[in-house]
Nanobody, 125 residues
Framework: QVQLVESGGGLVQAGGSLRLSCAAS????????MAWFRQAPGKEREFVAA????????YYSEPVKGRFTISRDKAKNTVTLQMNSLKPEDTAVYYC??????????????????WGQGTQVTVSS
């Protein structure tokens, strides 16, 4: 059974940093693009960042560009989201997701078929 488990969420003051991790188990995701999404209360889930299957290309939404960094460790089957200069508007549940098709470019519009349970990030002002 495929499983994605996020960790690293928590409460931080504005301007602070958090590092989210996503551990995959059940099968290797080394050939699959991975992404992070988030959902704030009362809002739709939105794309945050993605990394292609090789780790050579990354994509970011405009609100987080320059502040967040996505990376992957194929040997450990993990994906990390380093979040710096956090703002109150970054408060949301953050979800890790894996593309359904191997070899993907990691585009925001990809069909992400595997999802984690989410981890809460709260940024206080």
């Amino acid at each position: 059974q495929v499983q994605l488990v996020e960790s690293g969420g928590g409460l931080v003051q504005a301007g602070g940093s958090l590092r989210l991790s996503c551990a995959a188990s059940g099968r290797s995701f080394s050939r699959y693009a991975m992404a992070w999404f988030r959902q704030a209360p009362g809002k739709e889930r939105e794309f945050v960042a993605a990394i292609n299957w090789s780790g050579g290309s990354t994509y970011y939404s405009e609100p987080v560009k320059g502040r967040f960094t996505i990376s992957r460790d194929k040997a450990k089957n993990t994906v990390t989201l380093q979040m710096n200069s956090l703002k109150p508007e970054d408060t949301a549940v953050y979800y890790c997701a894996a593309d359904s098709v191997a070899g993907g470019a990691g585009l925001p519009s990809a069909n992400y078929g595997s999802w984690g349970q989410g981890t809460q990030v709260t940024v206080s002002s």
